[in-house]
């Protein structure tokens, strides 16, 4: 089925009351029928709910609709993309062992790597997603997963996600992929060959900035990659805190069914069945949205590449844009995604043109359908050392624009007297 019949149905046939909106479990536990049932659920001999902090209704309808617009086996989701990133890593990594990261990404992605995986012994080894090949020679033995951004936030570099997979195939390294930006609508990773997307289901999904959430999506056959793979011996070995499960011996997804089973009981960034039910309602009109929120986002940058003000825009949907072949390849129909950056010539003129805008709010979320503007350097990457903001594509003068719905002309219009233009 397409993408916009699979965003209304796929994941719910109904429940007792046939319901067409899905019920909302605002439940924290289960109750069993009897004690053996209890026992069959722990013992994974019986499928079935436990407890919230692994498993709801509500939220599986959503994970199940998540992966099937991915194409993918399985998925899982969590309170917030930041704890979906952290889950992505910490289900294959251990100290003493290392992560190859794309230095182009999301800030809190750098910070969580940089600096708090490093206190767990977990070592992240940055790459340039325009150089693959020195990214090859940073593998080794101990390499877990290698991790990009489809768009990165808010440098919308794009990478060559078939050149990553070559490569990561040939060692056996897992691969994932952040897909936030490009959505399962415009990019679906998986199909690719990549093993693993994370999302911030905060933005595009939710659409309306209402409600936080993550997911992880496990493509199908990734068994055959982990099975007898010394790098993921834990996914082959009896795991004592599930008396002697093996990760690959059960006829479900490894990734998802280890990130359940471990790291949602013994973290729990497990999403409020509230939110999920939001997600859900988000997650209808996504094919819808994208569409237009491309469409705007390519006439906003097609306005600011002629202004005089304005050094470089960077949005992959422009045809003048080095990775107009990229996204061309990539992308359905080509399509940008609503996120772009430009830049003017000082930190202060970025700041004066942000605080002059009227439409746009200044807000550090994107993918809300009100269109936003930010300015990097002092907000969402204010925590990266001058280095770490040149490697993340994050000059002073950078501003970040999420477009929203509006109409384009009225965004361009407030765009130009905040520029100076009238
Ligand atoms: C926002 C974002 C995250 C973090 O997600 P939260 O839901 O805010 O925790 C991770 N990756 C990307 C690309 C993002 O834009």
């Not at 609709?65 to 990133?85: D, H």
Request: glycine share 8%; proline share 5%; net charge negative.
């Amino acid at each position: 089925m397409k993408d916009a019949t699979l965003a209304t149905h796929a994941g719910y046939g109904y429940d007792g009351e046939r319901t067409m909106s899905v019920p909302i479990y605002q439940t924290t536990a289960y109750a069993f029928e009897d004690c053996d049932q209890a026992a069959a659920r722990f013992e994974l001999k019986e499928l079935g709910n436990i407890y919230t902090r692994l498993t709801n209704p509500t939220t599986e309808v959503l994970e199940k609709r998540f992966a099937a617009l991915e194409q993918g086996a399985g998925a899982i989701a969590t309170a917030s993309g930041a704890a979906a990133v952290f889950y992505a890593f910490a289900n294959v990594a251990e100290a003493g062992d290392n992560i190859l990261v794309a230095k182009q990404a999301y800030g809190g992605t750098t910070t969580l790597t940089a600096h708090t995986l490093k206190r767990f012994g977990i070592e992240a080894r940055y790459f340039d997603v325009k150089d693959l090949e020195k990214m090859e020679k940073m593998i080794d033995d101990r390499t877990k997963m290698i991790f990009f951004e489809v768009i990165p936030n808010p440098s919308v570099v794009l990478t060559d996600i078939d050149t990553i997979v070559a490569i990561a195939d040939r060692h056996g390294v897992m691969t994932c992929a952040d897909n936030t930006v490009s959505t399962a609508i415009l990019c679906k990773p998986l199909t690719l060959g990549v093993d693993i997307t994370v999302h911030s289901t905060s933005k595009y999904t939710t659409g309306q900035g209402a409600a936080l959430g993550g997911m992880l999506v496990e493509r199908e056959g990734l068994t055959q990659k982990i099975r007898g793979n010394a790098r993921y011996a834990h996914f082959n070995e009896p795991d004592a805190s599930y008396h002697g499960l093996v990760y690959t011996d059960v006829p479900l997804p490894p990734f998802t069914l280890r990130a359940r089973l471990a790291l949602l009981r013994d973290f729990g960034a497990t999403p409020s069945p509230h939110n999920s039910w939001l997600l859900i309602q988000g997650l209808e009109t996504l094919p819808h949205r994208m569409p237009v929120h491309s469409r705007n986002a390519l006439a906003v940058a097609q306005y600011l590449e002629k202004h005089p003000k304005v050094l470089r825009v960077n949005y992959p949907g422009l045809p003048s844009s080095p990775d107009h072949a990229l996204a061309q390849k990539y992308f359905k129909d080509g399509m940008g995604s609503g996120l772009m950056s430009f830049e003017v010539a000082t930190r202060k003129e970025a700041q004066r043109i942000a605080d002059s805008v009227k439409l746009f709010s200044i807000v550090v979320n994107i993918g809300d359908s009100k269109s936003i503007i930010t300015h990097p350097a002092s907000t969402t990457h204010q925590q990266l050392s001058p280095q770490e903001l040149a490697d993340a594509g994050v000059p002073e003068g950078l501003i970040r624009l999420s477009i929203g719905l509006e109409d384009p002309e009225d965004l361009i219009a407030d765009l130009a007297q905040a520029l100076g233009e009238n």
